[in-house]
């Protein structure tokens, strides 16, 4: 690699943030919220696809799931308000390393950004869970770069507009769990588009959608950044 990498887009949920599975959770306050019977073929299509579609924008996620608006957002409300309280009761934490990794990737002189597929209120309060708040200068949600979550590059893009950290988009690094955060970080140009092994997707997942490179964890990162830097 002969990139220097001046901004680190980062994934929250499997990426560096461990969440226990708490999205399946909150699926199931939204299901039931809407009449889906639990152990019912409806209930198991619908969070097969929830599962399929992890790092995808959640409302886009319902949207898909019950078609009309009205119920898709009384789905996401009450989608945020389960997961919401499911951090509130101390469910999450940080992927081992996290924190360490993004304050190694501050220090090399890179600006991290924090991204998620989750709506504002329940990004801000996973951030308050694990004392994240000041961690980074930006954090967005699909809301902040115009309603569009992943797989679309927009979150990408407004992190690159907003922080002006670098001259042109492949100086950006996108890192994730998921097929959705690499198909961001490629049609978003990023210079180095890594998967992570500690959230939802395999390998060859990451590999099919794009990933150059494939990490055990976050915690590898700086360190792969500093070899580009080297390149």
């Known amino acids: ?108 002189g890179r600006t991290v950004v924090l991204t998620t597929g989750f709506a504002r209120v329940t990004q801000d309060a996973i951030l308050d869970a694990l004392g994240w708040r000041d961690l980074v200068p930006l954090t967005l949600c699909p809301a902040d770069a115009g309603g569009r979550g992943r797989p679309y590059p927009d979150m990408v893009l407004a992190a690159f507009l907003r922080t002006a950290a670098a001259d042109g988009v492949q100086r950006i690094a996108v890192a994730g769990d998921t097929s959705y955060d690499m198909l961001s970080g490629v049609r978003a140009g990023a210079g180095v588009v890594a998967g992570v092994l500690t959230g939802a997707h395999d390998g060859e997942a990451l590999r099919t959608a794009g990933a150059t490179h494939v990490l055990d964890s976050v915690t590898a990162l700086p360190a792969l950044l500093r070899g580009a830097d080297q390149a």
Do not use: W
Not at 1 to 12: A, K, P, Y
Not at 27 to 37: D, K, S, T
Not at 43 to 59: F, N, W
Not at 77 to 101: I, M, T
């Open 1 to 108: 690699m002969d990139t220097d990498i001046r901004l680190v887009v980062l994934d929250m949920a499997g990426t560096t943030v461990a969440d226990g599975g708490l999205v399946e959770r909150a699926f199931a306050a939204a299901a039931a919220e809407l009449g889906v019977e639990p152990g019912s073929e409806d209930h198991a299509e619908k969070l097969a696809y929830v599962r399929a579609t992890m790092g995808e924008s959640k409302i886009s996620v319902f949207r898909h799931l019950f078609g009309e608006e009205g119920l898709a957002q009384r789905a996401n409300s009450a989608f945020e308000k389960a997961y919401g309280q499911l951090v509130d009761g101390g469910l999450v934490s940080e992927v081992p390393g996290a924190r360490a990794a993004i304050e190694e990737l501050l220090a090399d």
